[in-house]
């Protein structure tokens, strides 16, 4: 179970990957600093996602990176070994 665990959160970590770069890709067409500031500063992404990011797709794009990090990034953590922190880790609590 916690191979398919581990595979769905790569999809989606995979997905927000590419919305990334989608949004990255813009930054850098839009001018060369707001491309690095993107690339170097996280929180910057997240503004420039919000308010200088202009595509036709653009709502799928969010939702693609914020959910596609989230989402997998708790199929992830669903899939680790029950040592280690996963689903089991709670009982040595």
């Known amino acids: 179970m916690e191979m398919a665990f581990?595979?769905?959160g790569s999809i989606f970590c995979l997905v927000s990957l590419v919305c990334n770069i989608v949004v990255?890709?813009?930054a850098f067409k839009a001018s060369?600093?707001?491309g690095f500031?993107?690339?170097?500063i996280p929180c910057y992404s997240l503004y420039y996602?919000?308010?200088k990011f202009e595509h036709p797709k653009k709502g799928l794009v969010i939702g693609g990176s914020l959910g596609g990090s989230i989402i997998g990034n708790v199929f992830m953590r669903l899939g680790q070994p029950s040592g280690t922190g996963g689903r089991g880790g709670?009982?040595?609590m």
């Open 6 to 8: 581990m595979g769905l």
């Open 24 to 26: 990255l890709i813009h």
């Open 32 to 34: 060369t600093g707001q």
């Open 37 to 40: 500031m993107c690339l170097c």
């Open 49 to 51: 996602m919000f308010t």
């Open 90 to 92: 709670f009982n040595n």
